[in-house]
């Protein structure tokens, strides 16, 4: 049974046979992470882990048919459009197009909404490239193949620069502390703190901070 078949059957089991099936999955999980294949230890200890914060939930047996991913720091993924995915740990930039939903497939105690999911989700097999940036212009960008978005991570020091763009960009300090000039006033964004530039702003940094710099690549 592929994913196309299984994924949808998983979603719309009964609550006592889908919590009973995502007991007896953890069981057997948490019993292979000892002798697994070192390559899926962590597939499976996640599996367990997973069944004991959303016990009966589905996404406990899903995620053992998804790829699993550990990024570094400064590394990223681009995830197309209808791509079922999760954050299990840490802390990430996440950039998404313009959009009027988002659909939740599972680990979570809202309302999935099957039938909607189905019709969105990609079922095509593979891994996700790892995105590694590259210097552009103000710093080192990610390069993704759409227009809608462009992200960059700038590194400041304590000189002023120029964070122009034509279009609006959104700042986000993950480091340090950033000073941005705009017209005659000053924004001080500290760690976890972010701004909005409106398109055409002229905009000036300085750190010593880490930013990331969210915009567009329409023209």
Not at 34 to 55: K, S
């Amino acid at each position: 049974m592929g994913r196309r078949a299984a994924i949808p059957q998983l979603i719309a089991l009964s609550g006592r046979r889908r919590s009973s099936l995502v007991a007896a999955v953890a069981r057997r999980a948490a019993g292979f992470v000892a002798a697994a294949d070192p390559e899926f230890i962590n597939t499976y200890r996640w599996a367990a882990a997973l069944a004991e914060a959303y016990p009966g939930d589905p996404g406990v047996v899903i995620s053992l048919l998804c790829n699993h991913l550990k990024l570094a720091p400064g590394e990223a993924v681009f995830l197309p459009a209808g791509n079922l995915h999760a954050y299990l740990r840490g802390a990430g930039v996440e950039v998404m197009a313009s959009s009027d939903n988002v659909l939740r497939g599972g680990l979570t105690r809202k309302h999935v909404d099957l039938a909607a999911l189905i019709e969105v989700l990609d079922f095509t097999d593979g891994r996700i490239p790892v995105l590694h940036p590259v210097l552009g212009p103000g710093g080192l960008r990610y390069p993704v193949p759409v227009e809608d978005f462009d992200l960059t991570r700038v590194q400041l020091d304590d000189r002023t620069g120029s964070l122009g763009t034509a279009g609006p960009q959104v700042l986000l300090c993950t480091e340090g502390r950033a000073v941005l000039g705009a017209g005659e006033g000053e924004v001080v964004l500290d760690r976890g703190q972010s701004a909005f530039v409106p398109a055409g702003q002229p905009v000036t940094a300085r750190g010593p901070a880490l930013l990331y710099r969210s915009t567009t690549n329409l023209r």
